[in-house]
């Protein structure tokens, strides 16, 4: 195992598999830059070693990753360190550009095959980080949702893949409503490959990277070009790069109505940052609750 503070990664198999967890199992593995810087180092760890064929991407403890990192004493301090030397909305382009959107991309390129295992939550940003993958494989109490609209303000997060995932009318639905959607529901939309029992998650996305990992590294690389190229010629880098721009007119928006106070929604604005439960977007009900 390699020496990282929020990341996890260790080789199996004689090196041909690369399993990289989340570790940060007491925020539900809420994304810090650490931990986003990290796991660049450990995807190209990965990349580099020639015995690597495919790459598992899970995370430790009950959730697979509830987000970007929004209040945690180390995100906090992690904000000043790695601030922008740029003002203002110049500088949180470049900010959020590195860390949460070429990241993602770069990501996704990867010249291995890659698996997101996800058990429990996956929520906002965590969906980044599932769908940057080749695979998603899923435990039976995945739950998937983006609330960062209902919650936050946003029109969703910074790599906007949700309608290639979902399909235009499902992400409307689901980024309008903040509602999530289970693993079933995944995977009947195709975002999802596999669905495991939890207490079995572990050792069936190992033995589904195994088969992988038979195929000749040529095979395996340029069926994933074939595949993410189609969609390039269909749009999809492009699509993300302007709903990237879209994402800082509406940090924008909110740091001119608050007077640079906030970048997100504030209560005073019609956005509630009171707990409540993420519901399910049940197609018989509207989930209408008084306020």
């Known amino acids: 195992m390699s020496d990282y503070r929020f990341v996890r990664y260790e080789t199996l198999d004689e090196g041909s598999i690369a399993r990289i967890y989340l570790n940060r199992p007491e925020a539900r593995n809420a994304q810090n830059i650490g931990l986003l810087r990290e796991l660049d180092e450990a995807f190209q760890q990965a990349e580099g070693d020639e015995r690597v064929r495919v790459v598992i991407l899970g995370g430790l403890g009950p959730a697979f990753s509830s987000g970007h990192d929004l209040g945690t004493a180390v995100a906090r301090e992690e904000r ?4 922008r030397p740029q003002p203002a909305a110049e500088g949180r382009w470049h900010f959020e550009w590195d860390y949460y959107f070429d990241n993602t991309r770069r990501w996704r390129d990867l010249r291995k095959i890659t698996i997101a295992q996800v058990q429990g939550y996956c929520l906002a940003a965590g969906l980044m980080l599932a769908w940057c993958c080749d695979l998603i494989v899923a435990a039976q109490d995945a739950v998937f949702a983006d609330v960062v609209g209902t919650r936050l303000g946003m029109c969703g997060v910074e790599y906007f893949a949700h309608p290639w995932e979902f399909g235009p009318r499902k992400a ?30 572990e050792e069936e996305t190992l033995n589904l990277a195994r088969r992988i990992a038979q195929l000749p590294t040529m095979t395996a690389l340029l069926i994933k070009q074939a595949v993410n190229q189609t969609l390039e010629m269909q749009g999809f880098y492009n699509a993300l790069k302007a ?13 001119e109505l608050t007077k640079g106070q906030s970048i997100l929604g504030t209560p005073e604005f019609g956005v509630s940052r009171e707990w409540r439960p993420i519901l399910h977007a049940d197609k018989g009900a509207s989930g209408w609750q008084p306020q």
């Open 172 to 201: 409307k639905e689901l980024l309008l409503l903040g509602d999530s959607i289970t693993a079933e529901e995944a995977y009947q939309l195709g975002m999802v490959n596999r669905i495991f029992p939890s207490e079995r998650l």
């Open 243 to 255: 709903c990237f721009n879209l994402h800082q007119l509406n940090h924008a928006h909110w740091a």
């Open 80 to 83: 000043e360190r790695y601030r």
